[in-house]
C-alpha cells in the first residue's frame, strides 16, 4: 500500500460535499491536494480553512482551458507531481422522461461524463510518471432504479462501464483506474436537484435511510475513506467499490 502522506492529489468538485470530504481526509493524512470548482467563494473557502496543504483553482472540467489549468495547478503544488486524480466533479439533472430535454442532457453527460474523461486525457503524461491512480465517483443510481433520475443514472452508469475500460487500456501505462459507487449522503447537489434549501433536502434524503440495509446515510469521511484505500491499493484497477450501507441491496428497513 502507497503512503498517503506525501501523495500530491487533484480532486475536482471540491468545493463543497463529497469533494470537500475527500481534500480534508486526504489532507489530514499527509497528501498535498489540489481541488477545483466553478465557484471562486467555494473552492476559496475550503482550501483556505484546511490550510496550506490544500490549493484551490477555479475551473469547469468541460472547459478544455480550466482542465489544462487544474493539471497545471496540482502539479505546481504537488512539487511537479500527480499520483492521484479524482474525478468528482458532477452535476445532477432529472425528471420524468417525457419532459427531459436534450440540451439539458448534453449538459449532464459533458459535466459528469465527458468532463471527467477529458480530464483523464489531460493528466495521462503526470499519472504516467507517478505510476498514479486515476478515481471515479459512481452512484447507487445504476444499482437502484429511482424515477424521475435517468439523466443522472446514465451518467453514472456510463462512468462505471468507462472504469473497466480505462483500467484494461492505461494498466500496461501502470495507471490504476477505479470507482466509488456511495449510498445516499447528504450534499449540496440532493439540494440543486430538488430546488430545495438544506432542510428540506435532508428530510427528503433522511426518507431514503430506512432502505439502507444499515438503517442510516453515509457520511462524506465514509466515501473518502474508499477513495483512501483505492489511491493507496497498488494491485487494485477496474473496481467499483460500493460503499452504501446496503441501499443498493433493495431491503427496506420497516
Not at 427531459?100 to 474523461?117: C, K, P, Q, T, W
Not at 491499493?233 to 428497513?253: P, S
Amino acid at each position: 500500500m502507497r503512503p498517503v502522506d506525501g501523495m500530491s492529489v487533484l480532486v475536482t468538485g471540491g468545493g463543497s460535499g463529497i469533494g470537500e470530504g475527500i481534500a480534508r481526509h486526504l489532507c489530514g493524512l499527509g497528501a498535498r491536494v489540489t481541488i477545483s470548482g466553478r465557484r471562486p467563494g467555494k473552492v476559496h473557502a475550503v482550501a483556505a480553512s484546511i490550510g496550506d496543504a490544500c490549493r484551490a483553482v477555479v475551473g469547469d472540467v468541460t472547459v478544455a482551458d480550466d482542465r489544462l489549468a487544474m493539471v497545471d495547478a496540482a502539479l505546481e503544488h504537488g512539487d511537479g507531481r500527480l499520483d492521484v486524480l479524482v474525478n468528482n466533479a458532477g452535476n445532477m439533472y432529472r425528471g420524468p422522461l417525457d419532459e427531459l430535454r436534450e440540451d439539458e442532457l448534453l449538459a449532464v453527460f459533458h459535466s459528469n461524463v465527458v468532463g471527467a474523461m477529458m480530464l483523464t486525457q489531460a493528466a495521462l503524461a503526470p499519472l504516467r510518471a507517478s505510476c498514479g491512480a486515476v478515481i471515479l465517483l459512481g452512484s447507487v443510481h445504476s444499482q437502484r432504479a429511482f424515477p424521475g433520475a435517468s439523466p443522472y443514472a446514465a451518467t453514472k452508469g456510463a462512468l462505471e462501464t468507462l472504469t473497466g475500460v480505462l483500467a484494461a487500456e492505461l494498466g500496461p501505462q501502470q495507471i490504476r483506474v477505479s470507482c466509488v459507487r456511495p449510498g445516499g449522503v447528504f450534499t449540496e447537489i440532493n439540494q440543486r436537484a430538488g430546488l430545495m434549501d438544506d432542510a428540506q433536502a435532508l428530510e427528503r434524503l433522511n426518507g431514503l435511510a430506512p432502505a439502507h440495509a444499515l438503517g442510516r446515510l453515509g457520511t462524506v469521511t465514509e466515501v473518502a475513506e474508499a477513495v483512501e484505500y483505492l489511491a493507496r491499493a497498488e494491485w487494485a484497477t477496474g473496481n467499483v467499490l460500493t460503499i452504501d450501507g446496503g441501499l443498493g441491496l433493495g431491503v427496506t428497513n420497516a
